[in-house]
Every structure is written in structure tokens, then in C-alpha cells.
């Protein structure tokens, strides 16, 4: 997607490690128009495919799963991040991994999923796969069917995505980096 | 706003110490279509204000606050609740406070909050008013002017909104409740 390429190559900062902050139109301040130009692109790629349900993972994949849901014509579910341990019965539950770190648990209202439900799975980043997955999970203890992913940026070089993709899953991204360079430069997968 | 108020009746849960849950169409599950319908209300109320930013808080006032960055065509800014004490100086930072608790932080970067912006703070719920007079001191740190609220639901019985009406702020609130009996009856202000 040309637009978001341009995006964030004029307003996307570059930090160690390979991170990318594109907190002034994704992830803090947010450009909604983007996003839903973002939300046409994942319709016409999963047309025909009888999504019912947007879900997410709170809190910045709120606003393009927001726009999807409004092009979509369906409702968003938000998955909620956790500390309790105490959790009530009337909710699924799933662990995101995340190695040299205790990771973190997250939440749905078991009325808010069922089996009826062909979910697009929605959010601004993917790099490792780890949130990704355990959405999945949560989605499949439901019964419910994970008809695909709609991703902002995929990190290509994380390699979450190919693994997903692997296994089955179909993960559609609207820019994908397959290196952040040192000096800051990024290629894009065409 | 009949419609709200009518989803508020067929759906809104009532708990104990007046607490209404509204997750299947507000802050778990969200009705964006009725999303767009607050905002296009909210749009209408505040014709000609100028109205450049959408400011709110995450993660629950994040998908109305969209709705409304959509229809009035500006850029929306979520501040972030923050634990660290530690912030950078290139954060504008406010705490929200709450009795009977520590409260917690809110940030949002300086450069997305500057003296040209007119403001409208946007959030799902207003009880006391805590979080609303945080993000109203926020705004002002950052030289910028804040034009009214927009609020979904107002629990009038609360006071938060009549007192910021009383110092000269705006409130555009699309229900007021003025009681939430024993029973789970609702009293909707006029």
C-alpha cells in the first residue's frame, strides 16, 4: 500500500533495535482516514469471505479495527489485557508468550465470541506473531472460525508472520519491512 | 439521544453502587454504526467551533473518539495511562486523580498538542469527572484550547458534568442519567 509506504517513510522514526515509531498517525495520534482507506483494502482482499466479527487487542489496534468494523458492517470485539489472576468463569482467557518476560494474559466475554462467528483478527503491528497467536487461540476456544488477519506493518524480519502464514493462516499485511537498516533506511517486501 | 437511551434499556447490565455495564455495544463488543451516529450528533452540536483534534483517553472513550476524528475530519490523539515515573520531557503529563486511590498518569507527546489546536475532548463515560478535568489540564499545559466535551453516557448523579458546566465548560453528553434505582430502573434527564 503506496500511501501508508509514504507515511511512514516521511513521518516514521527510527530507533535502535529496529524500531519503528509511527506514533503520529498509527499509535497515538492517529490519522483516520488512513485507517480507513486501510479497512477498504482489507475488505476488497477478504471479499466473499462472510466475516461477522472484527476482533482486537486493546489498546492500539482499537482504531483500525474501528475502521474495519464500520466497512466491514460488523461489530468489534476488543480483546482486554489482564493483571487479575482471579479471573471470572464468563470469560475466555489466553497467555501472550513474550520470552525474557513474564508476558501478559488477555480477556473476552465468552457472550461477545461463539461458533457462529468468522472473526478478521486486526491490529497495527506484527512481528514475532506471539499476540497474533494467542488471539487465534482465544478465537479457536470459542469455536469460532478465524477467517484471517488484517495487519497494519508487518516486521518481516521478526519472521511471526511467515510462521503464521506457514501454518496455515491467512495473514494479510498492508506493508511489510524486511530490513530497518542501521542508518535508518527500510526495504519494503514488493 | 433515543437511540442510545434505547440500547442502554435493551442492553445496559445494572450492578450494585449504580454501576450500569454497556459492554455489548460501548467498551468490549462496540456498535460503531452507533458510533458514527454520536459523532455525527456531536458534529451537528459543535458547528462552527473550529474543532482541529480529537482528544481522549485510552482505552475505552478510543472507538467514539474514531467515529468522530472521522466525521469532523481531524486527527485524533489518545493521551496514555502511564506507571512510570520516569517520563520524558517531551510528554505533557497530568494525574488523574481518584479518592480512595492512588489514581495514575496520563501522557501525550507535546509535538500533538500545540496553542493552534481547538480541542474536543471525547470519552465514553462521565461520573465524577476526574479523567475529563485531567485531560482538560492537559490541554491547557500545552497552550491549546479546549472547546467542550462530548460525552456517550453522563451519570448525572455523579456531578462531574454540572460542576464543569458550572466553571464555564462545555458538556455535550448524548444521555444524562439521574438515577439508577435499587431495582435497575434508570431515570434519563430530560
Do not use: W
Not at 475488505?43 to 472484527?54: C, E, P, Q
Not at 512481528?127 to 516486521?155: D, H, N, P, R, W
Request: net charge negative; aromatic share 8%.
Amino acid at each position: 500500500m503506496q500511501k501508508l509506504i509514504d507515511k511512514i517513510l516521511k513521518f516514521g522514526e527510527v530507533y535502535p533495535d529496529r524500531v519503528l515509531k509511527v506514533d503520529s498517525f498509527l499509535n497515538h495520534q492517529v490519522d483516520m482516514d488512513l485507517m480507513s482507506e486501510i479497512a477498504e483494502e482489507l475488505y476488497s482482499r477478504y471479499l466473499g469471505t462472510d466475516i461477522n466479527k472484527i476482533l482486537t487487542l486493546e489498546v492500539s489496534g482499537i482504531p483500525v479495527a474501528c475502521a474495519c468494523a464500520q466497512v466491514f458492517n460488523v461489530p468489534i470485539v476488543y480483546a482486554k489485557k489482564t493483571e487479575t489472576k482471579n479471573l471470572p468463569d464468563d470469560v475466555y482467557t489466553n497467555t501472550v508468550f513474550k520470552p525474557n518476560d513474564k508476558g501478559y494474559d488477555i480477556t473476552v466475554a465468552k457472550k461477545f465470541l461463539s461458533p457462529e462467528d468468522r472473526i478478521l483478527i486486526v491490529d497495527d503491528f506484527l512481528a514475532k506473531g506471539y499476540a497474533l497467536k494467542s488471539l487465534i487461540e482465544l478465537s479457536k476456544a470459542a469455536g469460532a472460525t478465524v477467517v484471517g488477519a488484517g495487519i497494519v506493518i508487518e516486521k518481516g524480519f521478526e519472521h511471526g508472520g511467515d510462521e503464521l502464514r506457514k501454518d496455515g493462516v491467512r495473514v494479510e499485511s498492508m506493508v511489510i519491512m524486511d530490513e530497518i537498516k542501521d542508518d535508518g533506511k527500510i526495504s519494503f517486501r514488493n
